[in-house]
C-alpha cells in the first residue's frame, strides 16, 4: 500500500487549514421549507417526511398513515453534515449552549427573592407583637405601680445568674433546658468478656443478649434479636419463604424485583389454601359424618354453674338430687371373658401388662385364680434359690 515514487508522511504533516466547530452545531427540531402535497415513494409512511424511515419515526402513530390518507405530510427535518476534527469528537462540552445554564441562576434568584419577602414579613410581624407587648407591660406597671423592674422579666434574673464568660439567652436556656441527660451505653460494654456475644461493628449489630446470666425482662439491653421477632418481620418472613418456594417451582417471583407483586401473590396463594382447606374439611364431614361435634361449647363452659343441684354427705354419698351421670366410653367395658375379674392391663409388673386376677401375661388366657398367682411365686422362688 506504499509507493515508492511517491511520499509516505502525508498523514504526519500539518492539515491546511483547521474546521471551526465551536459556532456550528446540529440545528435540532428545525424543518426545511414548506411540507410536499403528496406522498412521495420512499417516504416515511406514519407522517410523510422523506428524511427518516417509518421504524424512526417519532410523531404519534396515525390510525391511517400518511401514505394512504395524502393527509397532514410533514416537513422534512434539516440534516446537517457537520464536520469535526479529532479533537471535537472528543468534546464533552461540544454542542453545550452556555444560555440554558443561565436559567437555573435565573431560577435560584427568584426563590431566594421569595425566601426573603417572607422572611422580613415574618421579622415585621414579630417585631409588631414584641411592641404591642412591650406597650401592654408598660400600660400594667403604671397601673399597679410596680416599682421592681426585675420581677416583670423573668429571663433578666435567670440572664443574671449565668455563670460568667458565658453568653446565654433565652432562646438558647430553652433548649438547654428540654435536653434530656443521654446516658446511653454502647452495646459492647455491657459485657466486656470477650467470650460473650459477637458484636459486628459493620453493622452495628448484637445479635445475642450480652448478659444471659440476667433475666431479659429486668435489663436495659438483651440483644437484637428481638427486633427480628417485632413489628412486621415475621410477615416479612413468610412472603419471602414465599417468594423462595414459588420460584424453586418454576414461578417468576421476585421480593426485590417486584415486592408489590409478590405481595399480592402472596395474598392470593393464602385465600386460596384457605379455600381449599374448607373445601376439604367439607368433603370429609360429608363422607365420614361428625359434623355435630364440631358445635361443641367451649371447654370454659362444660364446667360452668347450672341449674342442678346436689346435695352430697361427709361420705361422698348423694343425699339429694341426681348425680352427674358419669361419660361413657366407646369401647365396651366390664367385659370379663374366660372366667377372668379384671380387665387386660390391669396389672403391671417388670414392664409387662396382664390380668390382675391371677397376675398372667398371656392375654386372652385363661384365669387360674390364687393358684396361678401362688405358682407364679412358687416359680419366682426358686429362681431366686438359684
Known amino acids: 500500500y506504499i509507493n515508492d515514487g511517491h511520499t509516505s508522511l502525508k498523514h504526519q504533516r500539518a492539515p491546511k487549514g483547521e474546521i471551526d466547530y465551536t459556532d456550528e452545531w446540529y440545528q435540532r427540531g428545525q424543518r426545511a421549507g414548506p411540507a410536499a402535497t403528496k406522498y412521495r415513494k420512499g417516504a416515511c409512511e406514519n407522517c410523510g417526511a422523506a428524511t427518516h424511515k417509518t421504524k424512526d419515526c417519532v410523531e404519534r402513530p396515525r390510525k391511517k398513515g400518511a401514505r394512504w390518507s395524502g393527509k397532514d405530510i410533514k416537513e422534512d427535518e434539516t440534516v446537517q453534515n457537520v464536520e469535526m476534527t479529532f479533537d471535537a469528537k472528543r468534546d464533552r462540552w461540544n454542542g453545550y449552549d452556555t444560555t440554558e445554564h443561565k436559567k437555573i441562576y435565573e431560577e435560584y434568584e427568584k426563590v431566594e427573592e421569595a425566601r426573603r419577602k417572607l422572611k422580613e414579613s415574618e421579622l415585621d410581624k414579630q417585631d409588631a407583637q414584641a411592641a404591642a407587648m412591650a406597650s401592654k407591660m408598660e400600660s400594667n406597671a403604671n397601673e399597679f405601680g410596680d416599682t421592681d423592674d426585675d420581677d416583670d422579666d423573668e429571663e433578666k434574673y435567670a440572664d443574671k445568674s449565668d455563670m460568667p464568660g458565658q453568653k446565654v439567652n433565652a432562646k438558647t436556656r430553652t433548649t438547654i433546658r428540654n435536653l434530656r441527660i443521654r446516658e446511653d451505653r454502647a452495646k459492647y460494654l455491657y459485657n466486656l468478656d470477650p467470650n460473650s456475644a459477637h458484636y459486628d461493628p459493620k453493622t452495628r449489630s448484637m445479635r445475642e443478649n450480652?448478659?444471659?446470666?440476667?433475666?431479659?425482662?429486668?435489663?436495659?439491653?438483651?440483644?437484637?434479636?428481638?427486633?427480628?421477632?417485632?413489628?412486621?418481620?415475621?410477615?416479612?418472613?413468610?412472603?419471602?419463604?414465599?417468594?423462595?418456594?414459588?420460584?424453586?417451582?418454576?414461578?417468576?417471583?421476585?421480593?426485590?424485583?417486584n415486592p408489590t407483586q409478590t405481595e399480592i401473590l402472596h395474598k392470593q396463594f393464602k385465600e386460596k389454601k384457605a379455600q381449599q382447606q374448607d373445601t376439604n374439611k367439607d368433603s370429609i364431614l360429608s363422607k365420614y359424618g361428625g359434623e355435630e361435634y364440631l358445635d361443641a361449647p367451649a371447654r370454659e363452659l362444660l364446667l360452668a354453674q347450672s341449674e342442678n343441684y346436689v346435695e352430697y354427705s361427709r361420705a361422698g354419698r348423694v343425699l339429694?338430687?341426681?348425680?352427674?351421670?358419669?361419660?361413657?366410653?366407646?369401647?365396651?367395658?366390664?367385659?370379663?371373658?374366660?372366667?377372668?375379674?379384671?380387665?387386660?392391663g390391669s396389672f403391671w409388673d417388670d414392664g409387662k401388662w396382664g390380668y390382675k386376677c391371677c397376675r398372667s401375661f398371656m392375654k386372652m388366657s385363661y384365669c387360674t385364680g390364687k393358684a396361678g398367682i401362688e405358682a407364679q411365686e412358687a416359680s419366682a422362688g426358686i429362681l431366686n434359690i438359684d
Open 210 to 257: 450480652p448478659l444471659k446470666e440476667h433475666d431479659p425482662n429486668s435489663l436495659v439491653y438483651a440483644g437484637d434479636n428481638f427486633q427480628r421477632y417485632s413489628g412486621s418481620t415475621t410477615d416479612m418472613a413468610k412472603v419471602q419463604l414465599f417468594a423462595w418456594q414459588a420460584a424453586d417451582k418454576g414461578s417468576d417471583v421476585h421480593l426485590q424485583a
Open 320 to 344: 339429694k338430687g341426681q348425680e352427674l351421670a358419669k361419660a361413657k366410653s366407646k369401647y365396651q367395658e366390664d367385659v370379663y371373658i374366660n372366667n377372668h375379674t379384671s380387665v387386660w
